[in-house]
């Protein structure tokens, strides 16, 4: 496009230039302008320019190469076209690349933010767990020290205190 843009005005640079020369209707005529003028020439030896068959050859040869011309011009404006369609297509593929780097982004500080509820989950079971385990251990042995312990005899409160023994220490004094 940048190449076709510099040599714009240049019709021989034009045609001369790859994309421009390779398309077939311009092949075709390229070599028909190439007969017309082999044609000419021929005439030009024989007969004189104002002769009919010669201004017959010169309309066909002015005519063809302008048909050359406006066959130039529509693959310079297909070039044109196809670079301004490559150029939206990039800018979209670009927005959408900036796009999915913010979901990718987003995506990341997730994954982050998952892993560190999952080690939180997984441990919190596992506390439970064992607090679970720890409260079945004690509801299993108050349930067996219930069950072991009995009433031999009732409580009696003493009718004599136990301590000071007034009389052994009056003894033993």
């Known amino acids: 496009y940048r190449q076709i843009e510099a040599i714009k005005g240049d019709p021989a640079a034009l045609e001369a230039h790859p994309l421009v020369a390779s398309n077939p209707l311009v092949q075709t005529l390229k070599?028909?302008?190439g007969e017309l003028?082999?044609?000419?020439?021929?005439l030009a030896e024989r007969l004189g320019p104002k002769h009919p068959d010669r201004i017959k050859v010169s309309t066909a040869l002015a005519s063809v190469e302008e048909r050359l011309?406006?066959?130039?011009?529509?693959v310079v404006s297909g070039i044109e076209t196809d670079y301004q369609a490559a150029v939206t297509a990039e800018n979209s593929l670009n927005a959408a690349l900036?796009?999915?780097?913010g979901e990718a982004s987003t995506l990341d500080?997730?994954?982050?933010?998952?892993?560190?509820?999952e080690r939180e989950a997984v441990s919190a079971r596992q506390v439970f767990d064992a607090l679970l385990q720890e409260t079945k251990a004690a509801a299993l042995s108050s349930d067996i020290k219930q069950t072991s312990l009995r009433i031999v005899?009732?409580?009696?409160?003493?009718?004599?205190?136990v301590r000071p023994r007034k009389g052994q220490g009056i003894i033993a004094a």
């Open 153 to 161: 005899d009732t409580a009696e409160p003493p009718t004599v205190p």
């Open 31 to 33: 070599g028909q302008v």
């Open 109 to 117: 500080r997730k994954g982050v933010e998952y892993a560190a509820l």
């Open 98 to 101: 900036s796009s999915q780097k």
């Open 37 to 42: 003028n082999r044609e000419d020439a021929q």
């Open 69 to 74: 011309r406006a066959e130039i011009a529509k």
